[in-house]
């Protein structure tokens, strides 16, 4: 029997995090491991471009309709998804996310992850954005698990004060596969030229 895995995410677009998201879905399809794409709809900035990603892929998705920063609404329509749906983990990207995800999963023998992008170890940002750094490092310290891209990501979480083992380096990467098709059509045409490849 799988285990149903929310990927939580608060997005403004499909971006590279976005793409991430998705890459880790699509591969893990057919595992131990049942993805589901939720996407916090923001209602001044609706963006749900991941949903419709997932949807052309095939992977189940679902959008939470999120008005204001931080809605109880929101949070108690993410519990009541997971209840319904099973699952058994809520893996956030973001702190808007990983609010959510740990406020819906309280008591309910869920378990937290959260991947940490690359803002995270930022240190010039402007003081709302700092006010978010702050916020999302505190809210991480109540996850079972934390993945750092890189190495480097890995050592600012732990100075920062995560537990060692609680942090793991997952680098992010890509399908090579997309580029398949492309490398054949390029092959194809310098065979076809034998003359211009000489």
Same mark, same amino acid.
């Given at each position: /029997?799988?285990?149903k895995?929310?990927?939580l995410r608060? %997005?403004? &677009?499909?971006?590279?995090? =976005?793409?991430?998201?998705m890459?880790?879905?699509?591969?893990?399809?057919? #595992?131990? *491991?049942?993805?589901?794409?939720?996407v @916090?709809?923001?209602s001044?900035?609706?963006h749900? =471009?991941?949903?419709a990603?997932?949807?052309? *892929?095939?992977v189940? !998705?679902?959008?939470?309709?999120c008005? &204001?920063?931080?809605? /109880?609404?929101?949070?108690?329509?993410?519990?009541? *998804?997971?209840? =319904?749906?099973?699952i $058994?983990?809520?893996?956030?990207? &973001?702190y808007k996310?990983?609010?959510y995800?740990?406020f819906?999963? @309280?008591?309910?023998?869920?378990? +937290?992850v959260?991947?940490?992008h690359?803002?995270?170890?930022e !240190?010039?940002?402007a003081?709302?954005?700092k006010? *978010? @750094?702050?916020?999302?490092?505190? @809210?991480?310290r #109540?996850?079972? %698990?934390?993945?750092?891209?890189? $190495?480097?990501?890995r =050592?600012?979480?732990?100075?920062?004060?995560?537990?060692?083992a +609680?942090?793991?380096t997952i680098?992010?990467?890509?399908?090579?596969? +997309?580029?398949?098709?492309a490398?054949?059509i390029?092959?194809a045409?310098i065979?076809?030229?034998p !003359?211009?490849?000489?």
């Open positions: /029997m799988s285990r895995v929310l990927q608060s %997005s403004v &677009g499909f971006f590279g995090a =976005e793409n991430v998201i890459e880790v879905a699509k591969a893990i399809v057919g #595992s131990p *491991y049942e993805p589901i794409i939720g @916090l709809e923001n001044h900035n609706p749900t =471009e991941l949903a990603v997932a949807k052309k *892929y095939g189940a !998705s679902k959008v939470f309709p008005d &204001g920063r931080f809605s /109880m609404q929101t949070t108690n329509a993410v519990r009541q *998804y997971m209840a =319904e749906n099973d $058994d983990i809520v893996h956030a990207h &973001g996310a990983a609010f995800a740990l819906a999963t @309280l008591n309910t023998g869920c378990k +937290r959260a991947t940490i690359p803002w995270l170890i !240190s010039n940002r003081s709302r954005a006010f *978010y @750094l702050a916020f999302d490092k505190a @809210l991480l #109540s996850f079972h %698990s934390l993945v750092a891209i890189s $190495d480097e990501m =050592e600012q979480v732990v100075r920062d004060g995560m537990k060692p +609680r942090v793991v680098e992010n990467g890509i399908d090579l596969q +997309r580029f398949a098709a490398q054949n390029a092959r045409q065979l076809a030229f !003359s211009a490849a000489a």
